[in-house]
């Protein structure tokens, strides 16, 4: 019988075309093209730029490394167009080696905490406006937070003479501040609750 001309003479066979060129094609789809590498270069451009329009008390809350936050901050200080423009570019440059998507995470989470603090401090403000002005949103308020009367009751009096006198004082300052620690309590155990249930529903 002739050998079979897919053995070679050692009585090997040898690599099936079709199976390596599926291998290959199978290679080539797990690595992203030329364009898809062209736009998740250009993302992280953005994102590096949009980091240095944030504060030095955020971006040290990112899971940056050195080289890159030093680079951003020395971008924050340049004023010419150009020297800009090449700083920003080398901040491109050192993105390519960061976790973009952790970047995003860490700074989806800052935004929010912002958005919160920003909610708390407004609801804070409306709350002593009302206080003052009527004391049955003061029991309102006790109804809904009876653990603060103690820290609370005593100032909504000197707070109301203050603003009699036409000038907000130390007691109308600390109402604030004790009605947005209260608030800001409140957002922390329901975050803390929003997450648990996340956490439950994973798993």
Same mark, same amino acid.
Request: glycine share 6%.
């Given at each position: 019988?002739?050998? #079979? ?16 060129? +599926? ?24 994102? +590096? ?90 029991? #309102?308020?006790? +109804? ?8 609370? @009751? ?29 608030? @800001? ?7 803390? +609750? ?10």
């Amino acid at each position: 019988m002739p050998p #079979n001309r897919r053995t070679s003479r050692a009585g090997l066979r040898s690599p099936d075309p079709a199976q390596v060129a +599926g291998a290959a094609h199978a290679d080539d789809a797990e690595r992203p093209s030329k364009s898809q590498r062209k736009r998740e270069s250009h993302a992280l451009q953005a994102l +590096g730029e949009q980091l240095v329009e944030l504060r030095d008390d955020v971006l040290l809350r990112l899971p940056l490394d050195e080289d890159l936050v030093e680079a951003i901050r020395f971008a924050r200080t340049i004023r010419s167009h150009e020297g800009r423009r090449r700083q920003l570019q080398l901040v491109g440059k050192l993105m390519r080696h960061a976790d973009g998507e952790a970047i995003r995470r860490a700074l989806a989470a800052e935004t929010r905490e912002l958005r919160t603090a920003t909610a708390v401090m407004h609801a804070a403000e409306k709350w002593r406006e009302r206080i003052l002005a009527d004391d049955r949103v003061l029991a #309102n308020w006790f +109804g809904e937070f009876p653990d603060t009367r103690g820290s609370i @009751e005593a100032l909504v009096p000197r707070a109301r003479s203050e603003m009699s006198a036409g000038a907000a004082g130390r007691a109308y300052r600390e109402l604030f501040r004790k009605l947005r620690d209260r608030l @800001e309590r409140q957002a922390d155990e329901a975050r803390a +609750g929003a997450d648990a249930q996340a956490r439950a529903a994973r798993s």
